[in-house]
């Protein structure tokens, strides 16, 4: 709010000046002053989740051995959302990511794992890998860990498409 009063501000004075000037008349010279926001207008989704609640979502993952974790790390450091929070382990072979989460079997191509899937797009980018491949696997169950969404070359968009009945 203070930003948009400081805009409307300057943007008045923008066209009033000139139009001063024009006419042979000095406009009083004002000095802008921007308060800092209070804590009270910051939304509550705006603000960082305390330390002890990031440790808390840390602590159900269920990292291993292989766990990959500069792939952790950079997850960590760039997203803290709802879609981040699915995020139960991350494991590379080589150029495949796989990205596990706590996501439901009935999660295939849902915004968070087409997000996730894309986020796992843009890791393997920044280390200059050539040949990405990203797969975003639902929690285990009767059925391993199904496939939500993946990446296996080029033309692949983070979906998980179905072979077409035969007719």
């Known amino acids: 709010m203070v930003v948009g009063v400081s805009c409307l501000g300057l943007g008045v004075t923008a066209v009033v000046v000139p139009l001063l000037a024009a006419r042979g008349e000095q406009a009083p ?3 802008a002053s ?21 440790e808390e979502k840390k602590a159900k993952r ?8 500069d792939a952790l790390a950079y997850f960590d450091d760039r997203w803290d959302d709802a879609t981040h929070g699915h995020i139960t382990d991350i494991r590379t072979t080589g ?3 796989r990205i596990y989460t706590d996501l439901p ?8 794992s087409l997000r996730l899937c894309e986020r796992g797009m843009q890791y393997l980018a920044e280390l200059g890998v050539k040949k990405r491949v990203v797969f975003v696997q639902a929690r285990t169950g009767g059925n391993g860990n199904p496939v ?3 990446v296996l070359g080029p033309k692949d968009d983070c979906r998980v498409t179905y072979p077409k009945p035969k007719s």
């Open 29 to 31: 010279i004002r000095t």
């Open 34 to 54: 921007i308060e800092e926001p209070t804590t009270a207008a910051v939304a509550p989704a705006a603000q960082a989740p305390p330390p002890a609640e990031k």
């Open 62 to 69: 269920k990292e291993s051995k292989y766990s990959d974790k």
């Open 105 to 112: 079997e009935s999660s295939d191509n849902s915004p968070a």
């Open 148 to 150: 939500l969404a993946n």
């Open 95 to 97: 150029t495949y990511l």
